[in-house]
């Protein structure tokens, strides 16, 4: 790919970082949120942007409405060459040479106004130079009206209010500046009529009538346009709040109900309490820790999502794999803690050594492994004997993780059990 290519890509995801960041911080504002219910609970009609809301619409719409502005502004370009080579071919060469030279003025204003809106800049520079473009074009199409005499006259004419009316249509401006356009517009066709000669006044006046009703009609329209366009940035601002709002109440309820928001299992908090609960009955323990085998490089190879995919599915097979009334958590990243209550050793190993056969034989796929094309688990297993034993709850914790590093280091997608030997207060 192309450096330039990666560059516009870059100030792209640039331009869409601080356009989600100004949205962020206004509906991070109460102030602003307030006006945004205030203007949506009132006339569609009455809709008005100010301050840090219209520079955040401007914002959000900048890159639709800078590709609506070059694409335009390039037609402008190819259409007055087509027509420059047209005249050429088809009119007499004293009317076609005089063409020539108010067609060639055509050609920079719109290629500056396309360098202009090529990257964001301040609001006046945009504003000046698209305006600034607009109304060279329009006056010299008007020029070329003039240079062609009056047979085509007013035909030109006619092609300078159909560019300005599609300009007031297209171009999402404030309204001043369109009305500005407006008046520009038909000035223009006013002037260049009596400035010409030849056409009964009443004639150019009756002829202006009509298309400045036209006109005004246009703008009208093009004002309902812009409020429409407007409201549903409102819209669209409230619904970012609320989406906001429901998200941070989802949290709420995670962590309320103690489940992990990826895999739907207990989290760390609600394994705890169930080994908590358990330790106060004083029945055996069976305690399983359990981690994905060369997670990372299944992170790195396959993508974030991937690795996200893989847990769930994990989750699941574990679950499958134990009784309804044993506690099946996600202890952190890789990692899932199974705790089997009223469990004795041999209990505990069929048990993981089912868990590591169903996720083996699951298939899901592992390319970066150093175990095997296909995801794997290694399994800790710490055994509490109940009241026989004094222990407490993070101590048999740190039995199954013992027991599940011996079983990384003995080559993984293995079962290990804790014995003294992996006590480490004795290493």
């Not at 100004?22 to 307030?34: C, V």
């Not at 106060?280 to 299944?298: E, H, N, P, Q, Y």
């Amino acid at each position: 790919m192309p450096a330039g290519k990666y560059a516009r890509m870059d100030y792209a995801k640039g331009v869409q970082d601080r356009t989600a960041a100004i949205l962020d911080d206004l509906i991070r504002d109460p102030a602003i949120m307030a006006e945004t219910e205030r203007q949506l609970s009132g006339r569609t009609r009455h809709i008005r942007l100010e301050g840090a809301m219209a520079a955040g619409y401007r914002a959000r719409m900048w890159r639709q409405h800078a590709k609506v502005i070059r694409s335009w502004m390039s037609w402008v370009i190819i259409i007055n060459a087509l027509t420059l080579v047209l005249n050429m071919v088809l009119l007499p060469d004293t009317i076609a040479n005089a063409m020539l030279a108010p067609g060639a003025v055509i050609f920079p204003a719109a290629l500056g106004v396309i360098l202009v809106w090529l990257r964001r800049r301040q609001p006046i520079v945009e504003d000046a130079t698209l305006l600034g473009g607009l109304f060279v074009i329009l006056l010299a199409v008007s020029w070329m009206a003039v240079a062609a005499g009056p047979v085509l006259l007013e035909r030109y004419l006619n092609i300078m209010l159909f560019v300005g009316i599609a300009a007031i249509i297209i171009f999402d401006v404030p309204f001043r500046q369109t009305l500005a356009i407006a008046v520009y517009l038909l000035a223009l066709y006013l002037i260049f009529h009596f400035g010409a000669g030849g056409a009964d006044s009443r004639t150019i006046l009756s002829g202006f009538m009509f298309f400045a009703s036209g006109v005004a009609a246009t703008v009208m329209a093009r004002r309902t346009m812009s409020i429409l366009a407007r409201k549903s940035f409102l819209l669209e601002l409230r619904d970012r709040r609320r989406m906001i709002d429901l998200s941070e109440t989802n949290v709420s309820l995670e962590q309320l109900s103690r489940v992990d928001g990826l895999t739907g299992l207990s989290n760390r908090h609600r394994m705890h309490e169930c080994m908590a609960a358990l330790w106060r009955t004083g029945s055996d323990i069976g305690l399983l820790m359990c981690d994905v085998d060369d997670f990372k490089a299944l992170n790195d190879s396959l993508g974030h999502l991937a690795g996200d995919r893989c847990l769930v599915e994990v989750a699941q097979l574990i679950k499958k794999s134990t009784r309804q009334a044993d506690c099946v958590a996600r202890y952190g990243g890789e990692e899932f803690v199974v705790v089997l209550s009223a469990s004795s050793s041999a209990h505990a190993s069929t048990i993981a050594e089912r868990i590591r056969k169903s996720v083996e034989e699951a298939g899901l796929p592992h390319p970066a492994s150093r175990v095997a094309p296909v995801v794997t688990l290694s399994i800790g297993i710490a055994i509490w004997k109940g009241t026989k034993e004094q222990l407490s709850p993070e101590q048999l914790l740190g039995r199954a993780d013992a027991a599940l590093y011996r079983a990384k280091q003995s080559g993984r997608n293995r079962v290990e059990e804790w014995t003294p030997a992996l006590d480490p207060a004795e290493a």
